[in-house]
Antibody, heavy 117, light 107 residues
Framework: EVQLVESGGGLVQPGRSLRLSCAASGFTFDDYAMHWVRQAPGKGLEWVSGISWNSGSIGYADSVKGRFTISRDNAKNSLYLQMNSLRAEDTALYYC??????????WGQGTLVTVSS | DIQMTQSPSSLSASVGDRVTITCRASQSISSYLNWYQQKPGKAPKLLIYAASSLQSGVPSRFSGSGSGTDFTLTISSLQPEDFATYYCQQSYSTPPTFGPGTKVDIK
């Protein structure tokens, strides 16, 4: 069974950092690009960042560029999101998602990040 | 960035109804259009990719059509489990932007 499990969320003060992880199983991880998508409470979906299978191509939303860094470890079947200089507007449920056929084919259950003093 | 709009923002329908949701892109995206379903407290689920291709395991009452800038998602006969929020997404260019969503609830 294809599975994505996010972790690392929590309550953090503005300006601080947090690192999210996503553990993948049930598929050949290094065959696929992976993305992070977030959803603020009661709001819609916002793409955050994506990384190609070999980390050769990386993209970020303008809202997080320069503050967030995506990475992956294919040997560990894991995806990461390093989030620095966090702001209140970064408060959201963060999903990792497998990218296939130009769509987010599989999603994790999400990890909640709350930025508040 | 390509902007995506959806209409209506919400609708009320009955079981058995035919439901159509419209999505429009701010520029041509060919057929790079996906549809997702999200139920409360759950992760989104891919229903349709490439405008009209049904994702594996998705019931055939769901269908998608369109190309260029205008797209539709149709549910041919609404079932109780279909009450949810539906999002379109363009995958033509980065960032892959989502529409604001259409909430389908029970009449």
């Amino acid at each position: 069974e294809v599975q994505l499990v996010e972790s690392g969320g929590g309550l953090v003060q503005p300006g601080r950092s947090l690192r999210l992880s996503c553990a993948a199983s049930g598929f050949t991880f290094d065959d696929y690009a992976m993305h992070w998508v977030r959803q603020a409470p009661g709001k819609g979906l916002e793409w955050v960042s994506g990384i190609s299978w070999n980390s050769g191509s990386i993209g970020y939303a303008d809202s997080v560029k320069g503050r967030f860094t995506i990475s992956r470890d294919n040997a560990k079947n894991s995806l990461y999101l390093q989030m620095n200089s966090l702001r209140a507007e970064d408060t959201a449920l963060y999903y990792c998602a497998k990218w296939k056929d130009s769509g987010h084919e599989t999603w994790g259950q999400g990890t909640l990040v709350t930025v508040s003093s | 960035d390509i902007q995506m709009t959806q209409s209506p923002s919400s609708l009320s329908a009955s079981v058995g109804d035919r439901v159509t949701i419209t999505c429009r892109a701010s520029q041509s995206i060919s057929s790079y259009l996906n549809w997702y379903q999200q139920k409360p407290g759950k992760a989104p689920k891919l229903l349709i990719y490439a405008a009209s291709s049904l994702q594996s395991g998705v019931p055939s009452r769901f269908s998608g059509s369109g190309s260029g800038t205008d797209f539709t998602l149709t549910i041919s006969s609404l079932q109780p489990e279909d009450f949810a929020t539906y999002y379109c997404q363009q995958s033509y260019s980065t960032p892959p932007t989502f529409g604001p969503g259409t909430k389908v609830d029970i009449k």
